[in-house]
T-cell receptor, first 112, second 117 residues
């Protein structure tokens, strides 16, 4: 089955700086890669996703890049703000949203 | 947008009792729902895939007789934790795929924090 590794487990950045979270996956058949933001005790919220036919996708301050050959994808948050503090999870699946396999999560802290 | 409602948000029960958690898609039909379990500071682990009108598909290591799943309609799936024990204490989250086919994103419920005493 799919295995998703995520790094780092914790990340602290100064407000206004950029944050990068990286994930690798094992199943070359995976073709859908979403990123979720989860605040304490709340539901995961989809913030951006990318499919395997695209190398990069951007939505305002958030961008995701995908390297299919290396089987890794990254989340980039620019101009970080205190409200970006949360736990971020990457995930991977084959066939759209079937059986998402989640990474282990990154606790991002934005230092004012 | 698509909304998934999960109830209850918190439940405390005594060891040996059963607890039912409901997951509803409020403004769309969900033929497939997923149940996840999340321990503190850990990732979401898929427990089972719930399919409307058929038996759920359980992930390896998940006891189907302990975690009963029923998906009787296109808008409701339930997870019943039977004979709960303290080790079952966890955060349970359901999710459902929107009704725009395979390209629909997953929408998560608010989760249920189960504490077994």
């Amino acid at each position: 089955g799919e295995n998703v590794e995520q790094h780092p487990s914790t990340l602290s950045v100064q407000e206004g700086d950029s944050a990068v979270i990286k994930c690798t996956y094992s199943d070359s058949a995976s073709n859908y890669f979403p990123w979720y933001k989860q605040e304490l005790g709340k539901r995961p919220q989809l913030i951006i996703d990318i499919r395997s036919n695209v190398g990069e996708k951007k939505d305002q301050r958030i961008a995701v890049t995908l390297n299919k050959t290396a089987k890794h994808f990254s989340l980039h948050i620019t101009e970080t703000q205190p409200e970006d503090s949360a736990v971020y999870f990457c995930a991977a699946s084959y066939g759209g949203n079937e059986k998402l396999t989640f990474g282990t999560g990154t606790r991002l802290t934005i230092i004012p | 947008g698509a909304v998934v409602s999960q109830h209850p948000s918190r439940v405390i029960c005594k060891s040996g009792t059963s607890v039912k958690i409901e997951c509803r898609s409020l403004d769309f039909q969900a033929t497939t729902m997923f149940w996840y379990r999340q321990f503190p500071k850990q990732s979401l682990m898929l427990m089972a895939t719930s399919n409307e009108g058929s038996k759920a598909t359980y992930e390896q290591g998940v006891e189907k007789d302990k975690f009963l799943i029923n998906h009787a309609s296109l808008t409701l799936s339930t997870l019943t934790v039977t004979s709960a024990h303290p080790e079952d204490s966890s955060f349970y989250i359901c999710s459902a795929r929107g009704d725009r086919g395979r390209n629909s994103p997953l929408h998560f419920g608010n989760g249920t924090r189960l504490t077994v005493t």
